[in-house]
């Protein structure tokens, strides 16, 4: 396992006790991972205990502006004297250890350390996009449909590794993609008035921008279909397993576990999307505690990644990565939205006729920011992300002509539709459905 920095960052890492005594053999050793530069510390609980490993040199690729820094993954020592070398190199007295767990890499992906920075993903436009071109909605509703009827008729044929149960699983995701696009569509009705409900339109849009992402990693595997499935089976088990424990002592509950109706619909799911006796059990072992039978190893099931660790799994395509690199601003922009965060707030506030707010702003002032920052920002995210979705499905199906034709249609605006759709197409797209010139 590798990670990847755009920076040559010292990794540090350190063993202690949560007693401030590490040499306390009753002290559970804690594992904290410090980034130089960066105030907070990682903390994870070791496990078997293999010695150190000193750093590999540092690789460079051709055309590289980055160095990049590869740390081999090892797991931390319990032993006094490992924690003292690693405290050694963390003051400077000796060279550099690296005592890497395996869990690390999720963790940094997680916190997408220096990642996605600015200087790394900005596309510098070389012209403005067409600022005479106003395009009706309903145009954009019927390609919408066009994209979404012609990619899951594309999925109903075999092709490649993806099983009929993958396909018809990413063309239950173009499907969704299309109900939501029209969800937007009702909020933002032109024929109403401006309210504080239409901003709810922007979370819907960060969920096409997920859907997006989801759909590159399962063209990307199709063993990434199989973790969307299984993680799903998995929450809905651990609610299962939750209600079953809060309702124990409830009679009318009681009777409906003993119908084994719920439990019967788990199995069948379980064994559709190939959950084996030794994961179930694993679950069982994590959330209540049950001990694994004699023999059997725990099986975790994988959990199906966000959008940040998408982007590390993407390896079969440069320009896909970037594209994804791109978006993600564009993702976390959104989530301010799904968070309830200040921007979202002050939005509907403005947009609220009994608010002070909107006593303060003149009726142009409103109207253009709605236009620009709520009608705007939902369509083309929606809009490009089904648009991009069907374009990407063009690599699992590169002889379907109808395919290619309807990402087409879509791209024929949104190419030149905004800066942030013109990066797009020429990152990814324009190469992608073979456009020249």
Known sequence: MDLEFTNPIALVA??????????????????????????????????????????RQPSTQKGAETRRWRYPARRVGHHPRQCDSARGAASGKRSP???????????????????HPVQKIAYVASSDFDLTRSPDTRDFDNVVNICTNRATDALKEAVGTHTELQRQQIGDIFYSMG?????????????????????????????????????????????????????????????????????????????????????????????????????????DHEELGTPMRPGAAKT???????????????????????????????????????????????LKRL??????????????????????????????????????????LTTLYPGNLELYDAALKAWKDLAVGSLLTKAIWEIRTKALLKVIG
């Open 300 to 346: 975790p099931i994988a959990r199906f990644p966000t959008p940040a660790s998408v982007i590390l799994k993407i390896n079969s395509s440069v320009e896909r990565r970037r594209m994804l690199e791109r978006l993600y601003a564009k993702y976390g922009d959104l989530c301010s939205f799904a968070h309830g965060l200040r921007q979202a707030s002050e």
């Open 97 to 115: 250890i690296l005592l890497l767990p395996r869990i690390i890499k999720p963790i940094c992906a997680g916190l997408r350390l220096d990642m």
């Open 14 to 55: 350190y063993c202690g006790a949560k007693s401030g005594d590490h040499r306390n053999a009753h002290a559970w050793p804690v594992c904290k991972w410090k980034l130089a530069g960066l105030p907070d510390i990682i903390e994870c609980r070791p496990r078997d205990p293999p010695g150190p490993r000193r750093l």
């Open 351 to 392: 947009f609220d006729n009994r608010s002070r707010e909107r006593r303060m702003t003149t009726d142009a002032n409103i109207k253009s920011r709605y236009e620009q920052e709520v009608v705007s920002e939902s369509y083309i995210t929606s809009y490009l992300s089904i648009a991009q979705c069907t374009a990407e």
């Open 179 to 283: 109900s939501t696009h029209r969800t937007i569509r009702r909020l933002l009705d032109f024929n109403g008035p401006i309210d504080p409900e239409t901003v709810d339109a922007l979370p819907l849009a960060r969920l096409q921008l997920e859907c997006l992402y989801a759909v590159c990693l399962m063209l990307e595997d199709a063993k990434y279909v199989d973790h969307y499935l299984q993680d799903y089976w998995k929450k809905r088990y651990v609610q299962y397993l939750l209600n079953r424990r809060e309702t124990q002592n409830i009679a009318r509950a009681q009777s409906f576990w003993q119908t084994g109706q719920l439990a019967k619909e788990l199995k069948d799911l379980r064994d559709l999307v190939g959950i084996t006796p030794e994961q179930q059990a694993s679950v």
